[in-house]
């Protein structure tokens, strides 16, 4: 369509005004930076929450007591959740992998001179590294048999290895919570802070039997919430119908009566969180893809403005042999020539905004990093939409420019 001779000639005369071309092409730059900009920066802040989610553990489902409302009018949680109910889980329900029961405490924990609380501080079985898809460091964890004779054993997260023993290696050593002596029998790998910045290092975790036995002094045999986790993504609504059904029926809760407890499946908290920022993002792009329509009609106009000043050009072109269709895609190749350059810049500055934002936010936020991601996709999309915007806005004035009489454009002063 557009051969050498007609793309030099469209060259030469753009280079004859470079001030005009480079304002005509500043409103498509303007807008391909923003637009890829802020998909990027939409894409790393979905990345960042779906990297939550799966740092929370592999495809979990939390199950938590439900509450009851006491004769006061005051809502309370019913401890309804047992270790039994955990076990069943995890041997029944063919959709789920494993499960673990949960109890919480807070203590400070003391080493030689050293004294640290850790911020959670809880028991859990031997099932928890797999369902919270968490890997040792150093040592082991605690196994059944510690959980069925309630061992004094502990595994602790690396801010607590910093805080209790510096530089020493922990595993084998012994640290007293309520005066109570436990064995770091190991050391979980680094987890970082997570989206809102807790530290998620900072984590003493015992058998439940023991926190409920020896920190608690309870004997009841309940637990906080249970986590259990499928064995895939796609198996994650099965899963949860799964615990569901056998909870009931556990519970011995009739059909139609409320249950005694909630099921919370993470996957979908983490796809509407995914939805969220998708829409925010898809709203900035086309809060930003406005200053596209701003740039083609920018090229419009100039377009138009260079048909008059170059009228007699036109003329003597079509008197010496130009057909209209030449005159057409000269003038076309013009403006596909203006918004190319201008979104290969918009570009290159819409990476850099995307980096440089994405650092800045890291700077000046506590958690997690936000991951660099640049939108190849959106970058490649952006591209091809500015050499339509210069089709779409170019094809005007070339139009016009073949449509004039050769004699009337000769005697054009």
């Known amino acids: 369509m557009f051969n050498n001779a007609t793309i030099r000639i469209a060259l030469r005369a753009l280079a004859k005004n470079k001030m005009r071309a480079g304002l005509t092409v500043l409103g498509v730059v303007i807008g391909i930076a923003a637009v890829t900009a802020m998909v990027s920066v939409g894409m790393s802040a979905s990345a960042l929450v779906q990297g939550e989610f799966e740092n929370l553990g592999t495809n979990v489902i939390v199950v938590i007591p439900g509450n009851e409302q006491s004769r006061g009018g005051v809502r309370r949680q019913v401890q309804s959740l047992t270790p039994d ?5 995890a041997e029944e329900c063919p ?10 405490a807070s203590a400070p924990a003391v080493y030689g001179n050293c004294n640290w609380t850790a911020r959670e501080t809880y028991g859990v079985d031997q099932n928890f590294l797999t369902v919270r898809n968490w890997q040792m460091r150093l040592g082991d964890f605690f196994t059944e048999r510690d959980v069925a004779s309630a061992s004094k054993v502990c595994v602790i997260g690396q801010t607590v290895v910093k805080n209790l023993f510096q530089t020493a290696n922990p595993v084998g050593q012994t640290i007293r919570v309520r005066n109570i002596p436990f064995e770091v029998i190991g050391v979980l790998e680094t987890k970082g802070a997570n989206m809102v910045g807790d530290d998620q290092d900072d984590v003493l975790v015992m058998p439940f039997s023991t926190v409920r036995k020896r920190l608690q002094g309870s ?7 249970i986590m259990a986790s499928a064995r895939s993504t796609t198996l994650m609504k099965s899963a949860e119908n799964e615990m569901r059904s056998l909870l009931l029926d556990r519970h011995k809760i009739a059909l139609g009566q409320p249950a005694d407890f909630e099921v919370a499946n993470t996957t979908e908290i983490a796809n509407t969180f995914g939805i969220i920022t998708g829409t925010l993002t898809l709203m900035l792009s086309a809060i930003a893809g406005i200053s596209l329509v701003v740039g ?5 106009n100039i377009m138009l403005v260079s048909v008059t000043e170059r009228t007699r050009e036109i ?4 008197a010496v042999g130009a057909r209209s269709s030449d005159i057409l895609r000269q003038f076309l190749v013009e403006s596909v020539v203006l918004s190319i350059i201008g979104g290969a810049i918009g570009i290159a500055l819409g990476v850099g905004a995307s980096v440089g934002l994405t650092t800045l936010i890291n700077a000046v936020t506590a958690g997690r990093p936000w991951p660099i991601i640049v939108s190849v996709p959106a970058a490649v999309v952006a591209l091809g939409f500015s050499a339509g915007v210069g089709i779409i806005f170019g094809y005007y004035p070339a139009w016009r420019a073949s449509r004039l009489d050769p004699i009337d454009a000769l005697r054009y002063e």
């Open 315 to 318: 003329g003597i072109r079509m």
């Open 95 to 104: 959709s789920v992998l494993a499960a673990t029961p949960m109890v919480f």
């Open 85 to 89: 109910d955990s076990r069943a889980l």
């Open 219 to 225: 004997n009841f045999d309940t637990v906080n919430i």
């Open 296 to 300: 083609g009609v920018g090229i419009m």
